[in-house]
């Protein structure tokens, strides 16, 4: 129960740092506004409740020196998965710490940057926040008091990580992992449309097609020597007329 219970909070926390750093990538964009500064606001404050929720479980469990070694396995790996959530939220909390003193909403100091990204966001965040339709404050500190919120935040967020690293000893190079790598690109995961960017896949040609190209393209080279050797024999048997009419 305790195993399953903290791969459902992990994936949890999963979704909601994936929605945060899509979000992120939007900033200084045509698709930032106020709405998306809010949304980055409630997604990070709820990745950081599931980033408490997980470290206190997850700490528990390995400090249990009842639980079999099978078990121990299992709960390191998840933590270090953990971990690597954590590093990945912390790298983009302070993204958007720089790219919000850059792109102010209120008072703009400079023109958005066009990057091809259109659309609403909003999308996003009800998905991390597990709601249908996301709510709005007209929250005019949004360029104030929520960059001075984040940078508070990005320091609870150093200090929850080292102090990871010290209450738990668990050395990521020596957890083995449960499936090969790249597996999950292997999978057939069915990819849907995002608020700000259309994701798609292209699936692979099938063998039989590309076997087919590869016989045109050796067709085409045997008929390219062909006509080449064509060539050069009817120069040297011009040269040869020429020579002896001479």
């Known amino acids: 129960m305790g195993k399953e219970e903290c791969k459902t909070m992990l994936d949890a926390l999963n979704k909601v740092t994936a929605c945060y750093r899509h979000l992120v990538i939007a900033l200084g964009s045509t698709s930032d506004s106020q709405n998306l500064r809010e949304e980055l606001k409630k997604t990070r404050k709820k990745a950081q409740e599931l980033a408490v929720a997980n470290r206190t479980k997850l700490t528990s469990l390995l400090k ?87 940078q508070t935040e990005i320091t609870q967020v150093t200090q929850m990580v080292e102090e990871m690293e010290m ?18 690109l292997k999978s057939n995961m069915s990819v849907g449309n995002s608020s700000v960017g259309v994701i798609s896949i292209c699936e692979e040609e099938p063998k039989d097609d590309e076997s087919g190209g590869a016989r045109e393209g050796r067709s085409a080279s045997i008929g390219a020597v062909v006509v080449f050797f064509v060539i050069v024999g009817v120069a040297l048997v011009l040269g040869y007329l020429v020579i002896n009419m001479s």
């Not at 079999?68 to 396995?73: G, V």
């Not at 790219?99 to 659309?119: L, N």
């Not at 966001?121 to 005019?140: F, G, H, L, P």
């Open 64 to 150: 249990d020196k009842s639980i079999s070694k099978e078990d121990r396995a299992e709960y390191e790996r998840l933590w270090v998965l953990f971990s690597s959530s954590m590093e990945l939220l912390e790298v983009d909390m302070k993204r958007s710490l720089e790219i919000g003193q850059e792109f102010p909403i209120k008072v703009p100091t400079r023109h958005f940057i066009q990057t091809g990204m259109t659309g609403s966001t909003n999308a996003v965040a009800a998905r991390a926040m597990s709601v249908q339709n996301m709510k709005y404050e007209a929250d005019s500190n949004i360029d104030t008091a929520d960059l001075r919120d984040l």
């Open 167 to 184: 209450k738990v000893q668990v050395a990521p190079w020596a957890v083995v992992a449960k499936q090969e790598a790249g597996a999950e």
